[in-house]
């Protein structure tokens, strides 16, 4: 600054910056403790190894993980994710990438779902593939007893403590699911009553993970209602148990009070999938008349959402 603004830079305001700078640089530190000591402070990478690898679809894979110095995992907040590290021999360094928890707080493992992403657009046949890094290595290299580098769970898209009793609306496309399924299960476990609506999009059976386990919480749970959208439903899908709905999906199809609970003002809404589903979604509720600051998105990547 001093060399920018020369004479101008005077001690008075020199002064006035470096206190500024400090109480911001202290709010910041403040709150990393903060994470820290909710996280048992685990400050770093910690090793765990893959205790179960399970195929949930043609797509998506579990895997649980487990720390190895056997301590105590910290509970997350059902929606946040876990950063996991591994070697990329092909680019000779190690690569991270993000995954939401998949299942409930459990003290001795965490599990995440994971795409593979093909990279090879079906659609072009001139297409070049340029498969996903991680998540091939995680499909096709770690197995059973395999090691990762994994992070404390982070995340601001998460079902906030003593909101376990507002209507929710879990509303997810593909992979997407998987945040959802965590606030589905600690819920299930919990066993909360509160309205909850399952909307989820999927292709079909073969790709949609987790179909039987949402279903099969929503045979003892009478409060949760799963509403599945086939876009391309298999001679296998059987409408009615499979998916309530072929196309896309269009939440004008749901009912706006029994399913969308439009008329509870303490109703939340979640939202993942596709960056382009995701604002269609938000738009749609805005226009039913959700205020702002009950809609929650989750990005499965990088930059920033654009507000449309
Ligand atoms: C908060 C958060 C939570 C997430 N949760 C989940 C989850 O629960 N489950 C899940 O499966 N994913 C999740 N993701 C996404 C995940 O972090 C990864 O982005 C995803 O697995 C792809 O990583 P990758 O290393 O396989 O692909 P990358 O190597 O990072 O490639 C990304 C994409 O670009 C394409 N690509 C790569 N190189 C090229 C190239 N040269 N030219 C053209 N295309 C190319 C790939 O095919 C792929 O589709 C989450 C992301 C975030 C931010």
Redesign the pocket.
């Known amino acids: 600054m001093k060399s920018v603004l020369g004479d101008a830079f005077t001690p008075t305001i020199h002064q006035a910056w470096a206190a500024a700078y400090k109480q911001l640089a202290d709010l910041m530190i403040g709150r990393e403790e903060q994470i820290y000591e909710e996280c048992n402070d685990w400050t770093d990478w910690r090793d765990f190894g893959v205790s179960e690898k399970v195929e949930e679809s043609k797509e998506?894979t579990s895997f649980s993980l487990k720390p190895q110095d056997k301590k105590p995992l910290p509970p997350f907040r059902p929606g946040q994710?876990v950063s996991i590290r591994t070697d990329v021999p092909s680019l000779h360094y190690l690569?991270s990438?993000?995954?939401?928890l998949?299942d409930a707080p459990h003290a001795d493992h965490y599990r995440?779902?994971?795409?593979?992403?093909?990279?090879?657009d079906l659609e072009h046949p001139d297409a070049?593939?340029?498969?996903?890094?991680?998540?091939?290595?995680?499909h096709d290299q770690k197995q059973v007893g395999g090691m990762l580098q994994v992070s404390h769970p982070a995340?601001e898209?998460f079902l906030d403590v003593g909101h376990d009793k507002y209507p929710l609306v879990l509303i997810s496309a593909g992979?997407?699911l998987?945040?959802m399924l965590s606030v589905m299960k600690s819920l299930d476990e919990q066993e909360a009553t509160q309205p909850i609506s399952w909307i989820h999009a999927t292709r079909n059976s073969k790709v949609q993970a987790f179909g039987e386990d949402v279903r099969s919480m929503a045979q003892h749970r009478p409060n949760m209602h799963p509403h599945v959208f086939m876009k391309y439903p298999s001679d296998k899908d059987t409408e009615g148990k499979d998916y309530q709905f072929s196309g896309r999906m269009s939440l004008g199809k749901l009912d706006r009070e029994g399913d969308l609970f439009l008329d509870k003002k303490d109703a939340e809404y979640f939202i993942c999938g596709p960056e382009r589903f995701m604002t269609d979604m938000q738009k749609t509720l805005r226009e039913y008349g959700v205020e702002e600051d009950r809609i929650k998105l989750?990005?499965?990547?990088?930059g920033a959402m654009s507000n449309s």
Do not use: A, D, M
């Not at 990438?97 to 939401?100: A, F, K, L």
């Not at 995440?112 to 090879?120: C, D, M, N, Q, W």
């Open positions: 998506i994710y690569q990438r993000q995954y939401s998949s995440i779902s994971v795409k593979r992403e093909p990279g090879l070049v593939p340029h498969p996903g890094y991680i998540s091939n290595i995680l995340g898209f992979v997407g998987t945040s989750e990005l499965f990547g990088t």
